[in-house]
């Protein structure tokens, strides 16, 4: 559906690239205040990590229309993502590296899907 060499969505560099940022996401949360444990840490982690599950599931159903849309569902949880790590910069809870390793992740996916949701707009070539 995606691309010669692409068998499972673990083989789509979106999926691939958007694990990386939950799981630096799980780890850059770490060092937020104990009492936003169940606030703010808890709606950017779970936006996070539903950027790869929304490639996933959309991959799942096998359906060029359906993956498109389920990427554009995983994109809007990575404004989520990107809205939630500028309360914490304004905040003053994420700053220096960590805050740009985030942001630069958070840059690089939207890139990868902007890509892949421009690409499954296109008409399918002959036989595929």
């Known amino acids: 559906m995606a691309g010669k060499g692409i068998r499972t969505y673990r083989d789509l560099v979106a999926w691939q690239k958007s694990v990386d940022l939950a799981v630096y996401t799980y780890r850059a949360t770490n060092a937020l205040p104990a009492d936003e444990r169940f606030g703010l840490v808890s709606q950017m982690r779970r936006a996070a990590a539903s950027v790869p599950a929304n490639i ?18 995983a994109r809007g949880s990575l404004c989520e993502v990107q809205t939630y790590a500028e ?35 296109r008409k399918p070539a002959a036989g595929g």
């Open 56 to 73: 996933a599931e959309g991959h799942g159903r096998g359906r060029r229309v359906e993956f498109r849309r389920y990427l554009q569902i």
């Open 87 to 121: 309360l914490t910069r304004r905040l003053g809870w994420l700053k220096g590296p960590d805050l740009t390793k985030l942001r630069d992740l958070c840059h690089e996916v939207d890139a990868i899907l902007a890509g892949l949701i421009r690409s499954l707009g």
